[in-house]
C-alpha cells in the first residue's frame, strides 16, 4: 500500500460518509496506522468550528 496522501498541518476538505458528522473543512492533526477493517489510512483532524478532533478514514477526505 503506498503512503498517507495527506501530510500534518494541511487543510483538507471532509466528505463523511455518514449523515450526522458535519462536512467542511479540516485541518490534519496526525496521520494514523493503516485501519484493518477498512484497509485504508486513517487521520485525526480538527475543524476551527468544534472543539474536539475526529478520526476520519482517508477516502473521506480530499485536497481543499
Known amino acids: 500500500m ?3 496522501k ?3 498541518g494541511e487543510i483538507v476538505q471532509f466528505s463523511p460518509s455518514i449523515r450526522w ?3 467542511g ?3 490534519v ?3 494514523l496506522p493503516e485501519c484493518e ?3 485504508e489510512y486513517e487521520y485525526r483532524v480538527k475543524s476551527n468550528s468544534e472543539p474536539h478532533e475526529r478520526v476520519v478514514r482517508e477516502s473521506e477526505l480530499s485536497k481543499a
Open 6 to 8: 495527506f501530510h500534518i
Open 25 to 27: 473543512y479540516y485541518e
Open 37 to 39: 477493517s477498512a484497509g
Open 21 to 23: 458528522a458535519p462536512g
Open 29 to 31: 492533526t496526525k496521520r
Open 2 to 4: 503506498p503512503g498517507h
